[in-house]
């Protein structure tokens, strides 16, 4: 029993930490998507799947200018990166 709930414990940390960032609260202002993409796009990036995020961020998946596979969360207001993985 004991080691179930380590078992437990550890899962529900592990996911803790994984979860993603927060950015704005609301989506009063966010840059509109294809206006985001594009940005990214004349910065370098490739993207292969672009989301919003429950904490309501945009998120990419795919390559920089240097064809490095990124994952980045962007504030959908300001656009500036908040965590990158």
Known sequence: MKRFATAVCGLTLTGIALA???C???RDGWKPEAEFKKELAA?????KNFKVTKGNCYEIYGTDKAGKKVEIYFDPVSGKAVKSE
Do not use: D, L, S, V
């Open 20 to 22: 993603g960032p927060t």
């Open 43 to 47: 910065q370098g990036y490739q993207i």
């Open 24 to 26: 704005a609260a609301t």
